[in-house]
């Protein structure tokens, strides 16, 4: 796989990466006064991406590589995700996965990652596997081959499978091909974290055939054979070390960079597929 392997500067926007960003942002409004020009959304999304990589703060950008200032940078990551713009990317990107028929929806597998929050903040809890300090819980669901269809964030403290149905309507509908858009697998694969009859009825309902492991078996139930591709996503995703401690206070500034990640990891794919 070429998709964990790291580039020299994986903060510069390719040619490609950007005419696929570039009609999906926002156009700015008229300047109102007099001051220094504006920094090019090109520059600011590299800044973005730099502060994403690397983990630096925002204060601390360097202004030596031209991305603008951290502020400048910080306030472009929070109007476009108030946007949309990370969502319709990621729509934009399994679409051109779907055109290929490189997604593969005979199964799901869903999981979740613990990560520390500096700050306490609205979707941060006291975490159970860290001393009851605060915390964050990435989820995380991708098709059979570890693309990342949804992801979302919850505070450390809530039940992985109170996330299941949530995570699963996060789904986009994904067109491509003939036919309606697609945005149900056909099954769904989780560790027994997710061990309930009362969300197997459900997904059975919604035409999803529930693999979940049952608590109280043993271990070495086979499903992690199937199971692995989203634990590598999320490796993939904690690869980033904006992700790896949660920094930010604002929900939806943490929420945009597990969005951007998520697109950055399926425009991989969609290079190494497509």
């Known amino acids: 796989m070429t998709v ?18 570039e009609p999906l942002l926002p156009k700015p409004g008229p300047k109102l006064v007099e001051g220094r020009p504006r920094v090019p959304d090109r520059q600011a999304l590299c800044g973005i991406l ?6 630096i703060q925002w ?3 360097p202004q030596e590589l031209g991305f603008g200032s951290g502020m400048t ?20 990107l399994l679409k051109k996965l779907r055109s290929a028929k490189k997604l593969d929806w005979s199964r799901a597998v869903i999981d979740s990652s613990h990560v520390r929050a500096a700050r306490k903040g609205p979707k941060s809890g006291p975490s159970p596997v860290d001393r009851a300090r605060p915390g964050s819980k990435h989820h995380v669901v991708t098709d059979a081959q ?4 949804a992801v979302s964030l919850t505070g450390g403290n809530r039940n992985d499978v109170t996330q299941l149905l949530p995570l699963l309507d996060k789904i986009p509908a994904v067109a491509g091909v003939v036919g309606r858009p697609r945005h149900r697998p056909d099954a769904l694969f989780a560790d ?10 459900l997904l059975w309902r919604r035409g999803i055939r529930p693999v979940i492991a049952r608590r109280g078996q043993p271990h070495g139930s086979g499903l992690g054979i199937f199971r692995y591709v989203v634990e590598r996503t999320i490796s993939w995703l904690h690869g980033f070390r904006r992700l790896r401690i ?15 990640a998520t697109c950055l990891i399926t425009y991989r794919h969609v290079q190494r597929l497509c």
């Open 146 to 149: 570890g693309i990342p269809l």
């Open 246 to 260: 949660r920094w930010e206070r604002r929900d939806d500034i943490h929420e945009a960079f597990l969005a951007l």
């Open 59 to 61: 204060e601390y950008l």
């Open 50 to 55: 730099f502060v994403l990589h690397t983990g």
């Open 4 to 21: 964990g392997k790291r580039q020299s500067r994986p903060w510069i926007v390719s040619d490609e990466l950007w005419a696929l960003v």
């Open 192 to 201: 027994r974290g997710y061990d309930h009859d009362k969300y197997r009825r």
């Open 73 to 92: 940078c910080w306030r472009r990551l929070a109007a476009w995700n108030e946007a949309g713009v990370w969502d319709r990317l990621h729509v934009l």
